[in-house]
Nanobody, 117 residues
Framework: VQLQASGGGLVQSGGSLRLACAAS????????MGWFRQALGKEREFVSS??????TTTYADSVKGRFTISRDKNTVYLQMNSLKPDDTAVYYC?????????????WGQGTQVTVSS
């Protein structure tokens, strides 16, 4: 499975961005897709995930009510609204065949999101 992320950029505080991550390869094996982010000097953290079976979405407390994850076939989207400077980070998409696992087997390259104050 290969993951290709896109959609990052520079936006002012309060603005919106939509990230996309397209999966290719053995996509039939994917159950979960998700987003993580890593700010400069900080550890990578979970942002959101979407599970196909059973269908569930999960969000970090810091983004609840502002970010929305969705999936269309082999692409997962992250709609980010009301962006804050603290959301500035490199965002990574991930995928896994398992519905519940502490680890993620596939990772895409990062896309930079910068929110100016």
């Amino acid at each position: 499975v290969q993951l290709q992320a896109s959609g990052g950029g520079l936006v002012q505080s309060g603005g919106s961005l939509r990230l996309a991550c397209a999966a290719s390869g053995s996509i039939f094996s994917i159950n979960r897709m998700g987003w993580f982010r890593q700010a400069l000097g900080k550890e990578r953290e979970f942002v959101s995930s979407i599970r196909r079976n059973p269908y569930t979405t999960t969000y970090a407390d810091s983004v609840k009510g502002r970010f929305t994850i969705s999936r269309d076939k082999n692409t997962v989207y992250l709609q980010m609204n009301s962006l804050k400077p603290d959301d500035t980070a490199v965002y990574y998409c991930a995928a896994d065949a398992l519905a519940n696992s502490a680890s993620w087997n596939y990772w895409g390259q990062g896309t930079q999101v910068t929110v100016s104050s």
